[in-house]
């Protein structure tokens, strides 16, 4: 069987990273993305082996321009991807509406929104020329229940809910799947950026409780994405066993 490959945003860290990690073990062929070259580049000579080739591409997804570029950069045969991962994006901030800086609602919005669809309308294309594809969208209990201080942030992954519902049935008569996995509270560098580095503050989001991990949600990521050809997986909640809802975690 030919070798798979798979374009992951936000590879760097957490869930991405993750899931980077998991699909090597399982010998797809790799482009892992993000703004942190060293961290690409560590990453890419960690997971390379025999069955696994890794490139990357070192983008801010904020921008079309940058978007653009880098997908173009690729040859014929890495746009011959097989499963798009649409995992970057980020919290800033946890205020209430009025309170709240709009830079962080557009850094939010031209990340998780903008920058999924920028990376999609081009990936799309490729995977329409060869009927074939999967595209998996992260999501988040976020963007199925909205929670105060998190306007902004729960609007755009209620976006994200959306946006993929709707494509899913755009895409469905070119052979494409298109899958969520919604996330609970998984302790990655997530609550140290919506913090801006406030390593406190981050800390105290996971106390008293286990939350899930990048590689919870990767194994989970895997599992969609090597279901038989005729099995679609539309969405995926997962959450922490203390937590209830997004605003109800047990603590100890
Ligand atoms: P991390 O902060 O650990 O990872 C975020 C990744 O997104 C990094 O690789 C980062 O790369 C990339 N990224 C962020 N902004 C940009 C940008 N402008 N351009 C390119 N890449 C960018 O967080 P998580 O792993 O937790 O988050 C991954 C996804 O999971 C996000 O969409 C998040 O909303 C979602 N999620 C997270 C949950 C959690 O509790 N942690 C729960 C539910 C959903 P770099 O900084 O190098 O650019
Ligand atoms: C991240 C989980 O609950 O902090 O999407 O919004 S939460």
New binding site residues.
């Given amino acids: 069987m030919k070798q798979k490959i798979a374009l992951i945003?936000?590879?760097?860290?957490?869930?991405?990273?993750e899931t980077a990690r998991i699909l090597s073990e399982n010998n797809f062929n790799l482009i892992i993305?993000?703004?942190?070259k060293n961290?690409l580049e560590d990453l890419r000579q960690e997971l390379e082996h025999d069955h696994c080739v890794v490139l990357s591409l070192c983008?801010?997804?904020?921008s079309k321009e940058e978007v653009d570029q880098a997908l173009l950069s690729l040859s014929e045969e890495w746009r011959k991807v097989d499963v798009l991962i649409n995992?970057?994006?980020?919290?800033a901030g946890f205020d209430p509406i009025d309170k709240a800086k709009t830079e962080d609602w557009e850094s939010m919005i031209d990340?998780?929104i903008k920058?999924l669809l920028y990376v999609t309308h081009e990936v799309s294309n490729w995977m329409i020329k060869r009927n074939e594809g999967h595209i998996l969208n992260?999501?988040?209990?976020?963007g199925i229940e909205p929670y105060p201080n998190g306007t902004v942030y729960c609007g755009t992954?209620h976006a994200v809910i959306a946006i993929s519902k709707a494509m899913r049935i755009e895409l469905a008569p070119y052979n494409i799947k298109v899958s969520t996995v919604?996330?609970?509270?998984?302790e990655?560098?997530?609550s140290l950026?919506r913090f801006k580095g406030e390593k406190e503050k981050a800390q105290k989001v996971y106390e008293g409780f286990t939350p899930l991990n990048?590689r919870d949600i990767a194994e989970s990521i895997y599992f969609v994405v090597s279901r038989p050809a005729h099995v679609n997986i539309d969405d995926l909640l997962i959450m922490p066993t203390a937590q209830s809802s997004a605003r109800d975690i047990f603590r100890k």
Wanted: net charge positive; hydrophobic share 35%.
């Fill in positions: 945003t936000g590879a760097t860290s957490g869930i991405g990273l993305t993000g703004r942190r961290r983008f801010d997804i904020q995992n970057a994006g980020l919290a990340t998780n920058g992260i999501g988040s209990i976020a992954k919604s996330p609970g509270a998984v990655t560098e997530f950026v990048g």
